[in-house]
């Protein structure tokens, strides 16, 4: 019973800026990670950045300085702020979760969310 809805997403030029926000509902025990990954046509799927659960944030090397990832573990949201976009950043983007669930709080499981287009192109 736990969902992901994710926001943001759409075309923009490069060089510029975009939010994308998830947040998470139903019956949430614990959010353990919070991170964003996004998958570009014909290439495999990947890390984008991630909250652990002691607060560190990660970044894929393709990001860094550009994207920042921002929590509120509480509030079961993140959001991923990207800046100086490239073409290459042209990706279908998804939020994630390691969450625990109320119905189960014996394990831990990935959630994900729908999955949102942005595109970056001139």
């Known amino acids: 019973q736990v969902q992901l809805v994710q926001s943001g997403g759409g075309l923009v030029q490069p060089g510029g800026s975009l939010r994308l926000s998830c947040a998470a509902s139903?019956?949430?025990?614990?959010?353990?990670?919070m991170a964003w990954y996004r998958q570009a046509p014909g290439k495999q799927r990947e890390l984008v950045a991630a909250?652990?659960?002691?607060?560190?944030?990660d970044y894929a090397d393709s990001v860094k300085g550009r994207f920042t990832i921002s929590g509120d573990r509480a509030k079961h949201t993140w959001d991923l702020h990207m800046n100086s976009l490239k073409p290459e950043d042209t990706a279908v983007y998804y939020c994630n979760t390691q969450a625990v669930s109320d119905h189960d709080i014996r394990y831990q499981y990935d959630y994900w969310g729908q999955g949102t287009q942005v595109t970056v192109s001139s």
């Open positions: 139903g019956s949430i025990f614990s959010i353990n990670t």
């Open positions: 909250i652990s659960i002691g607060g560190s944030t």
